[in-house]
């Protein structure tokens, strides 16, 4: 857990606890830990499924569910703008100290990208290195990537699994991002 964020344990927050550890640098705040809780906040998006519960298109609406069986892909609701400052401040040593960093960013080639502690490193087809994660669950994918220097970042939200499963929607996406201002 990165300096100055306390614990908490996995499931509904403990009483008298934020809903979420919020950083200075890294939220505006409306980030949050659902734990049991089935609703979203408000303003969000729609959660579609096709390929999770094999149900034809457009899918069924999974929005409001319990993401507590998804584990820790389930534990964070964030915004992009949350997302890409998290980023920003994590890969410019804003959050940890620089021993850390390196572990995080040191990688071993998994496919056509490299994976480290909680980071994987892609690059584009005109050879952009970025630093990201991705995540998703029933109906929704997410993917955030921000070149290492942090001066260009991007977060993409599907609020399907249909096309986020084959993987090839956000790399497409991402290269025309990158590609076209690397």
Same mark, same amino acid.
């Given at each position: 857990?990165?300096? #100055? ?12 606890? +934020? ?5 200075? =640098? %890294? $939220?505006? &705040? ?5 734990? @049991?809780?089935?609703? *979203? ?5 729609? +959660? /579609?499924?096709?390929?999770?519960? !094999? =149900?034809?298109?457009? #899918? ?9 069986? *998804? ?23 804003r959050l940890l100290p620089q021993a850390q960093l390196k572990e995080m960013t040191t990688t071993i080639s998994v496919g056509a990208d490299a994976h480290g502690l909680g980071l994987f490193r892609m690059? %584009?087809? $005109? ?8 995540? #998703?669950? /029933? ?10 220097? @942090? ?8 609020? %399907?699994?249909? *096309?986020? *499963? !084959? ?11 990158? &590609?076209?201002?690397?």
């Open positions: 857990m990165p300096r #100055g964020w306390p614990t908490r344990p996995y499931g509904p927050n403990p009483a008298g606890t +934020a809903p979420w550890p919020q950083h200075p =640098a %890294t $939220c505006s &705040c409306r980030t949050s830990s659902p734990g @049991t809780r089935e609703t *979203l906040p408000h303003p969000s998006g729609r +959660a /579609y499924s096709t390929a999770q519960i !094999q =149900a034809p298109q457009p #899918g069924v609406d999974v929005t409001e569910f319990n993401p507590s069986p *998804l584990r820790a892909s389930g534990e964070i609701i964030s915004t992009a703008d949350d997302l890409n400052r998290f980023y920003s401040a994590l890969l410019d040593g690059t %584009t087809s $005109c050879g952009a290195e970025l630093w990201g994660q991705r995540g #998703g669950g /029933y109906g929704f994918e997410a993917l955030t990537v921000s070149t290492r220097d @942090t001066r260009h970042r991007m977060t993409l939200y599907f609020n %399907t699994d249909h *096309l986020a *499963l !084959q993987g090839t929607a956000a790399r497409d996406i991402t290269d025309a991002e990158f &590609c076209r201002h690397p």
